[in-house]
């Protein structure tokens, strides 16, 4: 089955800078790959998603950018504000498949400081 | 509209009962999802619907899980026999498509004594 690990557990920054959240997955057959936003004591939330037609894919301060080859997605913040800490899931699945079984990694822990 | 709802939000069981616990996805979705998060851990996937039916059910930790869904619509998971190790949160998801945005539920938190 899919394995997705997601790197890193922890990450903080301050203000205005820059995050970069980086995810691999095993599935070669996985084209679906959304990320999720988890604030303390909240439900998660979808952010972005991209499929593997697409390369990147942007959302005002938000980016995410695929490589098939590597298997390997990855999750860009830029001008961080205090209100995006939060636990970042990304989540990848085979959407052509009949198993829809999404596949989370373990989470990142963003705190930005302000 | 409405979104997710789970009930009950909060649940103190002792070592040894069955619980059980209801998902109310958003009308006309027809995937379902169950997923139980831990203390500071990931989401762990248990089991997921299409319509009434479960094509995977690889993610249930034990024999002591089981999960339905009823007119394609609410769904319940049910704990046999609960254990300490059984405590954590446990979300609903729904979405229109399987392959679509999940939209969660607020999740129930199973506290075992």
């Known amino acids: 089955g899919e394995n997705v690990e997601q790197h890193p557990s922890t990450l903080s920054v301050q203000e205005g800078d820059s995050a970069v959240i980086k995810c691999t997955y095993s599935?070669?057959?996985?084209?679906?790959f959304p990320w999720y936003k988890q604030e303390l004591g909240k439900r998660p939330q979808l952010i972005i998603d991209i499929r593997s037609n697409v390369g990147e894919k942007k959302d005002q301060r938000i980016a995410v950018t695929l490589n098939k080859t590597a298997k390997h997605f990855s999750l860009h913040i830029t001008e961080t504000q205090p209100e995006d800490s939060a636990v970042y899931f990304c989540a990848a699945i085979n959407s052509g498949g009949s198993n829809y079984k999404l596949t989370f990694g373990k989470g990142t822990l963003l705190t930005v400081n302000p | 509209g409405a979104g997710v709802s789970q009930s009950p939000s909060n649940k103190v069981t002792e070592k040894g009962k069955d619980v059980e616990l209801r998902c109310d996805p958003i009308s006309g979705h027809t995937a379902l999802y169950w997923y139980r998060q831990s203390l500071g851990q990931g989401l762990e996937f248990l089991i997921y619907f299409q319509g009434n039916s479960a094509p995977d059910k690889s993610g249930l930790p034990s024999d002591r899980f089981s999960a339905e869904r009823t007119g394609g619509s609410v769904s319940t998971l049910t704990i046999q026999r609960t254990q300490q190790e059984d405590s954590a949160v446990y979300l609903c998801?729904?979405?229109?498509?399987?392959?679509?945005?999940?939209?969660f539920g607020p999740g129930t938190r199973l506290t075992v004594t």
């Open positions: 998801a729904s979405s229109f498509k399987p392959t679509g945005e999940q939209y």
């Open positions: 599935d070669s057959a996985s084209n679906y």
